[in-house]
């Protein structure tokens, strides 16, 4: 199983960012995906999640701004980033979960400037 994050990099406070992370080597569809973010000297944290049946569920601290989908077609989950602050600066990755197992990927750094 392979999952590739792509889409961070620098923005300023209030920008937007869309993070991808395409999936493979798993039956897509049968996955729940999340997506956690660590910042420097922190705990990995939740962010989001989606169901395979596209039920979703947002941590409090991004509800309103972040959100989360999939594309089936695609092997592919989002999360769009909107009002972005500093706070949010961390390395987000991506997490596959089906039939009791969890895949990560590799992750990819979103730096917030204020």
């Known amino acids: 199983v392979q999952l590739q994050a792509s889409g961070g990099g620098l923005v300023q406070a209030g920008g937007s960012l869309r993070l991808s992370c395409a999936a493979s080597g798993l039956i897509f569809g049968a996955a729940g995906m999340r997506w956690y973010r660590q910042a420097p000297g922190k705990q990995r944290e939740f962010v989001a999640l989606?169901?395979?049946?596209?039920?979703?569920n947002h941590a409090e601290s991004v509800k309103g701004r972040f959100t989360i989908s999939r594309d089936d077609a695609k092997s592919t989950v989002y999360l769009q980033m909107n009002t972005l602050n500093a706070e949010d600066t961390a390395v987000y990755y991506c997490n596959a979960y089906v039939r009791g197992s969890q895949y990560w990927g590799r992750g990819t750094q979103v730096t917030v400037s204020s």
């Open positions: 989606i169901t395979s049946t596209g039920g979703t």
